[in-house]
């Protein structure tokens, strides 16, 4: 019969000690007054009983009934797990075999892996889950790239043909020759065929089921309330699957960005909890686009888990200082607009939405257009449909017919975010706008990296976790 233990690394008065007791050692053989020895080899140690063994169990009483007892304190033993704390103790017939735990052992080994790369000046593999257009991509890696830390995608995951093309045309610094690239659900990836160990996962999860919009439109998913994000038939379990490619690919940081309401849901409490218990660290953060010096105002959730080990990042005090004004010096809407003919059909009189609104209002409603003169210094937040032309998003309207408006156009609407204009080029409008719509303003998660690139570039950051 065999008995496996997972246990922690005690301590006792300041000294490291290994402690085993009851029925689990005895019907091994492991009785009281038995002897045992002790051989200590490259990160294993076994104990075998010997009848003139060095050392011997002892004993505790409980309700008049002896217990064993393995106390060691030997200070080879615990120089050779001085820098665990998890072990795993597999218990035969006689014998005892000791080893750190692989969630310490695969703890220390991406550590070590990161450290080795930063030292040599080798790039940082990326892992890109729900790639999309490769916007939030083109931010971190040019945040880190400001930090003097190398990036480049080992593998991506995107469902979206069109936006995976897009991205591999328009983000061509992100990639490299043995990149692999997967269009297909993620949900549908092999993990079984070893993918590639990498330094860094980036993800967006769909927020499909978690945000407003989202939740106002199933209302028959669960609850009252709008029901569960997990109950959205094509979102709601890919957090699971996220954290299928984190259990394999071993990164030693990740990067997740959502909406707000995701930190409130059972996946995010989910993919906490099984994070905490692989050896990360986890900061979350709603971050702002307005304080970051960009024209949308635009909130995220930011969660960034790091392996133990490596400190020195702060999410909280991540900022915009020195101040970066928006793209081309903006300082209110008009500055980035461009100069579209007053005759141009994209000025239209959009009567069927200016109905809706007095519908709205009349019922009780809150929703108004948002009309835009330009003289604003902020305007909502832009979505993937933005180009189906729905009331709540921003129009412009016309300098000279205020029954008329027009929308943003696909470079405006990069110019709002703070996404360089390359990153859609020769997307058309409706596709442009998809990316941008569903992707992150710029500015905001290019500092995050920026910031977490500055902790990375100072080897004191990297050190052993039981240090």
Not at 136 to 164: F, M
Not at 437 to 460: R, T
Request: net charge neutral.
């Amino acid at each position: 019969m065999t008995t496996i233990v997972n246990t922690k690394l005690g301590e006792n008065r300041g000294k490291k000690r290994i402690w085993l007791e009851g029925a689990k050692i005895a019907r091994e053989g492991y009785r009281v007054g038995q002897r045992f020895d002790i051989q200590v080899s490259h990160e294993k140690v076994t104990m075998t009983l010997n009848e003139v063994g060095q050392y011997k169990v002892s004993k505790r009483t409980r309700k008049e009934e002896e217990m064993p007892i393995i106390d060691v304190n030997n200070a080879e033993i615990t120089d050779t797990f001085a820098n665990t704390l998890l072990l795993r103790v597999v218990i035969n017939r006689g014998t005892i075999v000791i080893t750190s735990h692989h969630q310490q052992t695969r703890a220390q080994e991406r550590l070590d892996r990161l450290s080795a790369k930063i030292k040599e000046g080798t790039p940082l593999d990326v892992c890109s889950l729900f790639h999309g257009g490769g916007i939030l991509d083109k931010a971190i890696h040019h945040g880190l790239a400001n930090a003097g830390i190398k990036t480049t995608i080992a593998l991506a995951v995107e469902l979206e043909s069109k936006y995976l093309e897009s991205s591999l045309r328009n983000n061509t610094e992100l990639w490299n020759p043995k990149s692999i690239v997967i269009h297909a659900p993620i949900e549908s990836v092999d993990l079984s065929r070893t993918p590639p160990q990498v330094d860094i996962v980036v993800a967006g999860i769909p927020c499909t089921g978690a945000s407003k919009a989202g939740r106002s439109k199933n209302q028959n998913w669960g609850d009252t309330a709008g029901g569960f994000a997990e109950s959205h038939s094509s979102a709601g379990a890919l957090f699971f699957n996220f954290l299928q490619f984190i259990t394999v690919l071993n990164p030693s940081i990740i990067v997740i960005e959502n909406v707000p309401e995701y930190q409130n849901t059972a996946s995010m409490e989910v993919i906490a909890s099984v994070l905490t218990s692989l050896k990360y660290t986890i900061q979350m953060r709603v971050l702002d686009s307005s304080e970051f010096g960009v024209l949308e105002k635009r909130k995220r959730l930011c969660v960034v888990a790091m392996t133990e080990g490596l400190e020195g990042f702060d999410l909280g005090s991540v900022s915009s200082e020195p101040k970066q004004p928006p793209a081309q010096g903006a300082q209110k809407v008009k500055h980035i607009l461009d100069d579209i003919d007053l005759e141009s059909p994209r000025w239209k009189e959009f009567d069927y939405l200016r109905i809706k609104q007095e519908r709205d209002i009349a019922a009780g409603k809150g929703f108004k257009r948002q009309l835009i003169t330009g003289e604003e210094t902020h305007l909502g937040t832009i979505g993937k449909d933005y180009a189906k032309c729905r009331s709540t998003e921003p129009f412009i309207v016309h300098p000279h017919n205020s029954n008329k408006s027009r929308l943003l156009t696909p470079v405006e609407h990069c110019r709002v975010k703070g996404v360089p204009v390359s990153a859609i080029a020769g997307e058309s409008d409706t596709t442009a706008h998809q990316i941008l719509g569903q992707s992150v303003c710029f500015p905001v998660f290019e500092q995050v990296a920026f910031s977490l690139g500055f902790s990375l570039s100072g080897q004191s950051t990297l050190r052993s976790q039981a240090a």
